[in-house]
């Protein structure tokens, strides 16, 4: 059975992409986005295998 490693981290509107390439580069897999707790800022919760 697989044993996973969560993160959460907030994401800057104009630097979306390059946060989230850089972590799929360290091997995590996008699960969700969703409104920061302002209202503004989204959090993306990711995954990843636990080595």
Do not use: S
């Amino acid at each position: 059975m697989t044993k996973w490693e969560y993160a959460t981290l907030p994401l800057v509107i104009h630097a979306t992409k390059q946060i989230l390439d850089q972590w799929g580069d360290d091997g995590w897999e996008l699960v969700a986005i969703v409104p920061g707790p302002n209202g503004t800022n989204p959090v993306a919760y990711m995954k990843r295998p636990k080595a």
